[in-house]
């Protein structure tokens, strides 16, 4: 069975960090895209950053420069290093697990919410 388990999230300051983390079991885990997704309240869920198993990353323009996805592929966990955090990153991280012409699994969630 598959899991994916997100965990770091939290109320934060504007200009604060954060690091979430993805623990995840029941895949091949170093054979998975990763990735990390956010919904904000009243819209769609939008890409942030995504990994492949060779370590090539792929980030979103609103985040680029100031957040950083990361895996240890040993610990079969993907990371998510958020700086500079904006109000407007404020949402509901997901992170997913996929391989090429696969159905992706997803995590549960974890909140993240940045005041001004």
């Known amino acids: 069975q598959v899991q994916l388990v997100e965990s770091g999230g939290g109320l934060v300051q504007a200009g604060g960090s954060l690091r979430l983390s993805c623990a995840a079991s029941?895949?091949?885990?170093?054979?998975?895209?990763m990735g990390w997704y956010r919904q904000a309240p009243g819209k769609g869920r939008e890409l942030v950053a995504t990994?492949?198993?060779?370590?090539?990353?792929n980030y979103a323009d609103s985040v680029k420069g100031r957040f950083t996805i990361s895996r240890d592929n040993a610990k079969n966990t993907v990371y998510l290093q958020m700086n500079s955090l904006k109000p407007e990153d404020t949402a509901v991280y997901y992170c997913?697990?996929?391989?090429?012409?696969?159905?992706?699994?997803w995590g549960q969630g974890t909140q993240v919410t940045v005041s001004s």
């Open positions: 997913s697990a996929k391989r090429v012409l696969s159905t992706a699994y």
């Open positions: 990994i492949t198993s060779g370590g090539n990353t």
């Open positions: 029941g895949v091949t885990f170093s054979r998975h895209i």
